[in-house]
C-alpha cells in the first residue's frame, strides 16, 4: 500500500510565505511525476506544479514566478515553496504522484493522492 502525507499548510497573510511538503512512503519501485493540485470553494480543482523524476517543472501560470516545486528522489518527497501569497491563492492543497508499485513478478502505475492540506491566505 502506498500513501502520500502532505504537510506544511496553513493561514498566512497576503505577501507572505508557506512551504508545503509531501512525502510518499509504502512498497515504491519508483516515483514518475508528482505534483501539487488545488481546489478553491465551488471550484474545480486544477495543477499548481509539477516536477518529473529528472527535475523537469511545470507551473500553472497564475504561479509562475512565486511559487516553486522540487523534490528529494532519495526522501520520495516533493516540496512546494510559495511565496508572495494572495488571496486568491486560497484553497485546498493536494499531492499527487504517479508511483511504479510491484505487481506480482511486475510493476503497474499507481496514481496516488494526498488527504489534502488547507492553505488560508488573508488580505
Known amino acids: 500500500q502506498v500513501q502520500l502525507v502532505e504537510s506544511g499548510g496553513g493561514l498566512v497573510q497576503a505577501g507572505g510565505s508557506l512551504r508545503l511538503s509531501c512525502a510518499a512512503s509504502?512498497?515504491?519501485?519508483?516515483?514518475?511525476?508528482m505534483g501539487w493540485y488545488r481546489q478553491a470553494p465551488g471550484k474545480q480543482r486544477e495543477l499548481v506544479a509539477a516536477?518529473?523524476?529528472?527535475?523537469?517543472?511545470n507551473y500553472a501560470d497564475s504561479v509562475e514566478g512565486r511559487f516553486a516545486i522540487s523534490r528529494d528522489n532519495a526522501k520520495n518527497t516533493a516540496y512546494l515553496q510559495m511565496n508572495s501569497l494572495k488571496p486568491e491563492d486560497t484553497a485546498v492543497y493536494y499531492c499527487?504522484?504517479?508511483?511504479?508499485?510491484?505487481?506480482?513478478?511486475?510493476?503497474?502505475?499507481?496514481?496516488?493522492w494526498g488527504q489534502g492540506t488547507q492553505v488560508t491566505v488573508s488580505s
Open positions: 509504502g512498497r515504491i519501485l519508483s516515483i514518475n511525476v
Open positions: 499527487h504522484a504517479e508511483i511504479s508499485v510491484p505487481i506480482g513478478s511486475g510493476y503497474g502505475l499507481k496514481n496516488c
Open positions: 516536477i518529473t523524476s529528472t527535475g523537469t517543472t
